[in-house]
């Protein structure tokens, strides 16, 4: 039952010996070296692409999704009258935004003759061209999608605020401070250590997106390349022209960054975020 | 005295804070609902107006979209759907609680070792392992039709993230529970099967549930190993509709995105206590 954790270690140190090689699943490895990261580096600007987009979609989406989830879990959090009918309406979306259907629904929002566009040419602004056909737009519209999952992070934030001690606030009004410094001095701080985990739970989870890119593309990551994600185009090498030792040195260089902006992440906490020991 | 003055804007702001609430509810859920409406209403009709309430009603996009898939169509992609996630299912409940029972309870080499790697493992893109996992199950030829790859890794526990769960709540029962047991002579298997289990049923159920939704939604796994149109799982079958869109209408795609969801709506409407429960404890992405 133990030898079952190798699973993991296992198929990892098969994926770094594999990325030193050239392997197409027909004859056997060939070791290369370096010369497949040389090549993503150097010869590759598909890879420096989705790298690009990538990054994009991580560093706009997660932050205007987690300010979504943390200004809703305030208003929410207040003791309001029909909480849990509120708080279902807005996680249901996290439960079904990675779904094939989803991003169906989202090809038809923003597609040429999609919702978008029909509602307004309503207002007389006809013929826009389409969101996910456009390349200055198509990223646009999966943030979107991405940032209207905050359901997930919302309902921890809402764990989080109720284990403030109400003696805090208390103090706080004693003291005189109005609703802006109960944010700024008591919320924040107490909040802080939910706040760094769900910023690296979902940087984590938003780079490692894949099913919307590929069904509002069609599996190609277009157009031209916009909204090529990472893990589309290590699909593309990996499965598709089945170059299993560049998609490992792809997979590798994925597991790098996640790493180091996880280390990042926890580097820079030690600066903002307050533990109540 | 200043309660009596500020009464009625409180209530007034109340009431504000709730329209604006349901407002801003409503335009998250439009999409989903106009979709839903969308699916009922004749093809040629969608566009006409933007509401939510239909006029006139029809089944028509369920019967053509039913029928369209390719291959075995819907009735067989739900049957495989099912068959993946029953042993998904399987797998996750048993191994996971068993490795989590070694975790927390018994004594063995390089314990604290393999309790990294498995944290570690929480971490893991699942793309970094889908390539060495891809060529193991291609050079045994279990890809293209059979759903093992799919299942396989979930019966040797391969979801680090259950396990951590199961290991935290485990941690939470007394010892001396299973003291008592092995006094009476039960062995570890036996106090695991007796002791243990019944007393993870809270844990249990979030892993039910995320496996159920995450192997349900899940578009990856089944686009690398099934590539047979009879193999399709819902989320395939589904994406090559997509491809044959120009054919088959968007009335009948729209219709079979509905269908394909119900099972998790389903799902979030019975058990929503114990998701938010968990997503509250672990911090899942659900």
């Known amino acids: ?277 | 005295m200043t309660s009596l003055l500020t009464a009625p804007t409180t209530a007034a702001r109340l009431s504000f804070k709730h329209a604006g609430l349901i407002l801003f509810g409503l335009l998250m859920l439009y999409p989903l609902l106009w979709m839903l409406k969308s699916s009922f209403i004749p093809e040629s009709k969608i566009f006409d107006d933007f509401g939510l309430i239909p006029g006139e009603l029809t089944l028509e996009n369920y019967v053509k979209g039913w029928n369209s898939g390719e291959g075995i169509g819907f009735t067989g992609y739900f049957l495989n759907t099912f068959l993946i996630v029953a042993g998904s299912l399987i797998g996750n409940l048993l191994s996971c609680s068993l490795a989590a029972y070694a975790f927390a309870r018994l004594n063995f080499k390089l314990k604290t070792a393999f309790f990294a790697l498995m944290l570690a493992g929480i971490m893991l893109p699942y793309h970094v392992v889908a390539i060495p996992q891809y060529i193991l199950f291609s050079s045994t030829g279990l890809v293209g039709t059979t759903f093992l790859p799919l299942i396989i890794p979930k019966i040797l526990a391969v979801d680090a993230f259950f396990v951590f769960l199961m290991v935290q709540f485990l941690r939470g029962i007394p010892r001396e529970l299973d003291e008592a047991a092995s006094i009476d002579g039960a062995g570890p298997f036996r106090t695991f099967w007796a002791v243990i289990l019944p007393l993870m049923k809270p844990a249990l159920i979030t892993t039910t549930i995320f496996t159920f939704i995450w192997t349900w939604n899940d578009f990856f796994s089944p686009l690398i190993y099934l590539t047979v149109p009879e193999s399709y799982t819902v989320s395939l079958g589904l994406n090559s509709l997509v491809d044959s869109q120009t054919s088959s209408g968007l009335g009948p795609l729209f219709a079979m995105s509905v269908i394909t969801l119900v099972p998790v709506f389903l799902f979030f409407l019975f058990a929503q206590k114990h998701i938010v429960q968990g997503i509250a404890t672990t911090g899942s992405k659900g």
Request: net charge neutral; no cysteine.
């Open chain 1, 1 to 277: 039952m133990l030898g079952l954790v190798f699973i993991t270690l296992g198929p990892l140190l098969a994926s770094l010996y594999l990325s030193f090689t050239d392997y197409d699943l027909l004859s056997s490895p060939n070791w290369i070296g370096f010369e497949n990261y040389r090549r993503m580096f150097t010869e590759d600007p598909r890879f420096l692409k989705s790298l690009a987009v990538t990054f994009t979609y991580v560093f706009v989406s997660v932050p205007l999704q987690l300010a979504l989830a943390l200004a809703l879990a305030l208003v929410l959090n207040k003791g309001i009258q029909g909480l849990a009918l509120y708080r279902s309406a807005f996680y249901l979306p996290s439960l079904i935004g990675g779904s094939v259907a989803v991003a169906i629904l989202w090809r038809q929002i923003f597609g040429g003759e999609g919702l978008v566009n029909e509602l307004l040419a309503t207002f007389g602004l006809e013929g826009m061209p389409g969101w996910i056909s456009n390349p200055q737009t198509a990223l646009g519209t999966l943030i979107i999608l991405n940032v209207w999952t905050f359901g997930s992070p919302m309902i921890i934030f809402l764990a989080g605020l109720r284990q403030i001690p109400a003696e805090l606030y208390e103090q706080g009004s004693i003291d005189g401070v109005g609703m802006f410094g109960r944010l700024r001095f008591i919320t924040l701080p107490m909040l802080s250590p939910i706040i760094f985990f769900n910023l690296v739970l979902q940087v984590i989870g938003s780079f490692q997106a894949f099913t919307p890119a590929f069904v509002v593309s069609g599996g190609t990551g277009g157009p031209v390349d916009s909204t090529l994600f990472y893990t589309l185009y290590l699909y593309e090498r990996g499965f598709i022209n089945f170059e299993m030792g560049y998609a490992s040195a792809l997979g590798a260089v994925l597991l790098v960054i996640i790493g180091v902006l996880t280390a990042l992440n926890f580097y820079a906490s030690k600066r903002w975020v307050h533990y109540n020991d």
